[in-house]
């Protein structure tokens, strides 16, 4: 109404949040499936209104920079996925792997490394991943991350598939196969998620053989018997 006083400041920017969730895709949904100029936008404007703009050398606060990196990590996606434009995509990424390496956040860490390499992996950039997925695999080991850990070793399960490694890709995907199944049963009990994580990464890797096998039958059909077994 025209005599409705204005929002405080503080509520106004935490109206921006119910926006961005209501935009963002739920994390067991298509990538493909969010409204991801409206993610950019709100995030965009949250960093404004928050003074999180600019040079991330000049966040001297440490919640700063962490929101910061949270906040790349968000556009990334929406960069990779909404416009398909991977080298700004890319750029933050990488923002935020160091912001994450300033705080020594190993769990942040070790996710961003594993999208951007999935990403690079995604374009072709097989060899640029490889790096990405084995320090993955190692900070999600020692933290103890078995989702992270089977996501980069599906990973580097495609890398090795590209260059037609055989031996190096079904290792890859059976460490995948193993560290998805513990997720759903440690530390606790199944649950819907975990299910559904366990079943993704065993469906995304039958789909890289599948596709593998139109050109070089023999070593996919050998890799999903092993696999199967």
């Known amino acids: 109404q025209e005599d409705r006083a204005p929002a405080p400041p503080r509520q106004?920017?935490?109206?921006?949040?119910?926006?961005f969730?209501?935009?963002?895709?739920?994390?067991?949904?298509?990538?493909?499936?969010?409204?991801?100029?409206?993610?950019?936008?709100?995030?965009?404007?949250?960093?404004?209104r928050t003074g999180l703009e600019g040079e991330p050398a000049r966040l001297a606060n440490a919640n700063a920079r962490h929101v910061r990196a949270l906040t790349d990590i968000f556009l990334a996606e929406a960069q990779r996925f909404g416009q398909g434009d991977i080298?700004?995509?890319?750029?933050?990424?990488?923002?935020?792997?160091?912001?994450?390496?300033?705080?020594?956040?190993?769990?942040?860490?070790?996710?961003s490394l594993y999208h951007l390499g999935d990403m690079l992996s995604s374009c072709g950039r097989h060899e640029d991943a490889r790096p990405l997925g084995m320090e993955a695999i190692e900070l999600g080991d020692a933290g103890g991350d078995h989702e992270v850990a089977a996501l980069a070793h599906r990973l580097l399960g495609d890398v090795a598939l590209a260059a037609n490694a055989a031996d190096d890709a079904l290792g890859h995907y059976r460490s995948a196969v193993e560290r998805a199944y513990r997720f759903q049963v440690q530390p606790r009990n199944p649950d819907p998620y975990t299910i559904q994580i366990y079943a993704d990464v065993c469906e995304v890797g039958a789909a890289r053989l599948l596709a593998h096998c139109a050109a070089m039958p023999e070593p996919a059909r050998f890799i999903a018997g092993q696999l199967r077994q």
């Open 21 to 48: 969730k209501s935009a963002y895709p739920k994390e067991t949904e298509d990538r493909g499936g969010g409204a991801w100029n409206e993610v950019t936008a709100t995030l965009r404007e949250i960093r404004r």
């Open 87 to 111: 080298a700004v995509a890319e750029d933050c990424y990488r923002e935020a792997i160091g912001l994450f390496r300033d705080a020594k956040d190993s769990w942040n860490i070790a996710w």
């Open 12 to 19: 106004d920017r935490l109206e921006l949040l119910p926006r």
